[in-house]
């Protein structure tokens, strides 16, 4: 069974529009951890919304025993680029809630939710503040209200504010491949874009549409969630010896680029695994919502490679 830490890149992408299970998969990715290798996961949110659906495994005082340690960013951190880029270096709180470095023997994978998060967060910090000044941005892009004794302030974004945040998310996720743990994955929701031809793509939100397009780069897998429909017959809550339809969206996990068929456009959305070259076709299109599930086949595909390596190399020596 293979259980190599490398050093080199290893962050995934999950992304989704909101209800197609992000946050789930981050428990899913939890469970695969603790399953394989006895180690915990580490969570870093910056999403309003929290981590609900899986705050059954997240350790707190009433459970010590939940093998998710969770920190949340929100519009209350003072300086949330610094602790992004902290948490993204393997920095965590101690037992004074300051950050520093950490031990991370006993943590086996990180998951950041999300780069559409991260980013706005970052931005709406930097709309904020009046001790930086943006090139490019015209000195009396904000609006000042004096309602009350403090009065409140509000700045306008212009584009070197876009391209500062999707550089910094660049070296966010990037600085994340070099953890030293087994997994990284990073979530976003989608939206529509150009890639570096010029061609329509739906991708991974960051802020703005330049980075959409390139982030694949950035990752090993990239998978993309949807909800699709499917009909079903339910008890009708007027007449309860009838059956009436309903359609409900059921999300599924695409592995491989693929198109909405309703889409009259046909406009692409991104999605890749990533795993040894000689198991390739073996990738189903899609999965049920299930990144630990991902995990356990291309676990499986890389011992089975190294299996037919091995007995290739065997036989050239006879």
């Known amino acids: ?7 080199g890149p290893k962050a995934d992408c999950i992304y989704g529009r909101t209800g197609s299970t992000k946050t789930s998969q981050v428990g899913h990715l939890a469970e695969y951890i603790w399953e394989k290798f006895g180690k915990r996961t580490r969570l870093v949110s910056a999403s309003p919304g929290g981590w609900k659906p899986i705050e059954h495994m997240v350790a707190n005082e009433d459970n010590p025993q939940g093998f998710i340690e969770a920190q949340h960013l929100s519009l209350m951190t003072s300086f949330p680029l610094e602790t992004i880029t902290r948490y993204c270096q393997g920095w ?7 950050l520093a470095r950490s031990d991370l023997s006993n943590v086996g994978a990180y998951a950041f939710e999300g780069m559409s998060d991260f980013a706005t967060l970052v931005m709406s910090n930097l709309l904020g503040r009046t001790d930086i000044s943006i090139p490019g941005t015209p000195k009396e892009s904000f609006v000042q209200d004096r309602g009350t004794t403090e009065g409140m302030r509000w700045g306008f974004s ?39 031809n010029k061609r329509q793509i739906y991708g991974p ?18 998978l993309h969630l949807t909800l699709v429909p499917q009909s079903a017959q339910v008890e009708d809550p007027v007449d ?19 198109v909405d068929p309703d ?19 073996e990738w189903p299109d899609f999965m049920l919502p299930n990144i630990g599930d991902f995990y356990r ?3 499986k595909m890389g011992d089975e490679a190294i299996a037919e390596m091995r007995a290739k190399m065997a036989g050239g020596k006879k």
């Open 1 to 7: 069974m293979t259980t190599t830490i490398t050093l």
């Open 92 to 98: 965590w709180p101690g037992k004074d809630g300051k």
């Open 158 to 196: 212009g584009m070197a504010h876009y391209g500062f945040i999707q550089q910094r998310i660049y070296e966010a996720v990037t600085t994340t491949n070099h953890l030293p743990v087994n997994k990284v994955l990073w979530t976003a929701y989608d939206t529509d874009a150009k890639d570096s």
């Open 205 to 222: 939100m960051i802020i703005g549409e330049a980075m959409t397009g390139q982030c694949g780069g950035w990752f090993g897998a990239m």
């Open 240 to 258: 309860k010896a009838k059956k009436i339809t309903v359609i409900r969206r059921v999300p599924i996990m695409f592995l491989r680029e693929h």
């Open 263 to 281: 889409d009259p456009y046909k406009v692409p959305y991104t999605a890749k695994p990533r795993g040894p070259s000689s198991k390739w076709k």
């Open 297 to 299: 086949k291309l676990d």
